[in-house]
């Protein structure tokens, strides 16, 4: 079964800065998630991607198949992007199950 | 706009009673999934569906239970036989069951049983 570490587990940051959350995997995946979990409960996704990068407005997610690494990054952060991210991995079957990371929390101050 | 709508948000029930979380979506999507969601965990698959009239338990299927008469419809059913049934639960869907198909999700059940 695939392992998956979040790190940090916390993060607070101020208004502006750049943010790093990270995502390592311990078994080869055919696809990685970011997801955002708002304060109510509700998921959003981000990001699906399985090598390279992606970008959505602020948001950046990078991917290392080799070192099982993935990292999500937020640019000119803002307090609306506080909330919980979390990264989910699924196996290399095409039909195998996600396992999901226990999500970083995120607090961007003012 | 399509999406999933879950519902209620809250449920309070007494232990020993059967209860029945609503899932329904309008996305046309073939899959569905029921998580679990405990603090400082992360989210666990109870039950899946990948067409109508068939579903599959996830990794902590016992006490639950579940259909797919309707592609839009994936209700979860909360046994009195879950040992521990108090937590947030989240339905999804995907257009189908394969790697390449993104999850979209509802904005969850809260449910407490004391």
């Known amino acids: 079964k695939n392992e998956v570490e979040q790190s940090p587990q916390n993060l607070t940051a101020q208004e502006g800065e750049f943010i790093t959350i990270n995502c390592s995997y311990s078994?080869?995946?055919?696809?990685l998630h970011w997801l955002q979990q708002h304060p109510g409960g509700g998921i959003v996704s981000l990001f699906m991607?399985?090598?390279g990068k992606k970008k959505h407005g602020r948001l950046i997610a990078t991917i290392n198949i080799q070192e099982k690494h993935s990292s999500l990054h937020i640019t000119a952060s803002h307090p609306r992007d506080s909330a919980v991210y979390i990264c989910?991995?699924?196996?290399?079957?095409?039909?195998?199950?996600?396992?999901f990371g226990t999500g970083t929390r995120l607090q961007v101050t003012l | 706009d399509g999406g999933i709508t879950q519902s209620p948000k809250y449920l309070f029930r007494k232990e020993g009673q059967n209860v029945t979380l609503s899932c329904e979506q309008n996305?046309?999507?073939?899959?569905m999934y029921w998580y679990r969601q405990d603090p400082g965990q992360g989210l666990r698959l109870i039950y899946y569906?990948?067409?109508?009239?068939?579903?599959q338990k996830g990794d902590i299927a016992e006490g639950y239970s579940v259909s797919r008469e309707k592609k839009e419809s994936f209700p979860l059913t909360v046994t009195s036989a879950q040992k521990n049934p108090t937590a947030f639960y989240l339905c999804?869907?995907?257009?189908?069951?394969?790697?390449?198909?993104?999850?979209?999700f509802g904005n969850g059940t809260r449910l407490t049983v004391t």
């Open positions: 996305l046309n999507h073939d899959a």
């Open positions: 569906s990948q067409i109508v009239n068939d579903f």
């Open positions: 999804a869907s995907s257009i189908d069951q394969f790697y390449n198909s993104p999850l979209h």
């Open positions: 078994v080869g995946i055919s696809a």
């Open positions: 989910a991995v699924r196996g290399p079957g095409t039909a195998s199950k996600l396992t």
């Open positions: 991607l399985s090598s």
